[in-house]
């Protein structure tokens, strides 16, 4: 017994020590026609299945998703949303906000922007066009 607690302790460690090791992190800037896209929401969605990994953008344009996100390399779709709150437009002044990227980025099934992530770093940047 004094022999089996030592072995079971060393077999748990080894197998901690490889948690995390394959996962993928995310970075890369933002534009809107060439220009900065200074606010918004960018999600990379599983192509096939469920997983979501999301993070602000960065009033530079930049965003990073860190290993912390557990994000898992595969094929992603991915979705850029950013508004504008205009005051005192709804019933009451509430605030309405206004896109600003365009609809067609702003779902997965719909959206033409994609990701093939490896284990490790990736980076990632997208120059959105307006349809207007």
């Given at each position: 017994m004094k022999t089996l607690v030592p072995l079971i302790c060393v077999v748990l460690?080894?197998?901690?020590?490889?948690?995390?090791?394959n996962v993928s992190t995310?970075?890369?800037k933002v534009?809107?026609?060439?220009?900065i896209l200074d606010k918004g929401d960018i999600g990379f969605h599983q192509a096939e299945g469920l997983v979501v990994s999301t993070t602000r953008i960065n009033p530079d344009g930049s965003y990073t998703i860190g290993a912390e996100a557990k994000t898992l390399p595969g094929n992603y779709k991915v979705v850029i949303i950013a508004n504008e709150v205009?005051?005192?437009?709804?019933?009451?002044?509430v605030?309405?906000?206004?896109?600003?990227?365009?609809?067609?980025?702003?779902?997965?099934?719909?959206?033409?922007?994609?990701?093939?992530?490896?284990?490790?770093?990736?980076?990632?940047?997208?120059?959105l066009k307006n349809t207007k």
């Open positions: 460690l080894f197998g901690l020590c490889g948690c995390g090791a995310i970075s890369g534009t809107l026609d060439g220009k205009s005051i005192g437009k709804g019933p009451g002044n605030p309405i906000p206004t896109r600003i990227t365009p609809l067609a980025y702003s779902n997965k099934e719909q959206t033409p922007l994609k990701a093939e992530l490896k284990v490790g770093s990736n980076e990632f940047n997208f120059d």
